[in-house]
């Protein structure tokens, strides 16, 4: 079985940590550090209108005159947001996070968005379900099952 945006989210909770988009970039900052997460999704009038991560940070602390306290979250995100649908496989879901050099996909479903997810999900996610397969094709060829096996067929 090929794992899903879907499964990904299922197992994972769709729960997005979102922020409006006229808090400052610290407020921002504040919750992602409060959460455990390299993005907050920005809103606007309860709308997605776009996304801001560690990496727009990291480019605008290089910038002359940079205030995070004074900045706001609308002037600094990132408003062409990237999404997959959730029906999308894994292997696809990593061509558009290396395809586009992104980290975070929002994820849609009969175009609303219900979930994020970020290239460390989708990476524990199919690391897990190759740890599942592996396990399954040890017990496969195992002494045990193979003397099941002979006994299946003896009794046919």
Known sequence: ???TAKDILDEKGGHMVTISADASVYQALTLMTQNRVGSVVVTEDEKIVGIYTERDLMFQALEEGFEPRKARIKDHMSENLITANV???????YDKFLGRRIRHLLIEEGGDYIGLLSV????KATLQQKIEELEEL???VSLEYYENWKEIQAER
């Open 1 to 3: 079985m090929k794992i």
């Open 87 to 93: 029906s999308e496989k894994a292997i696809e879901l």
């Open 120 to 123: 460390g999900d989708v990476m």
């Open 138 to 140: 040890n017990h496969m």
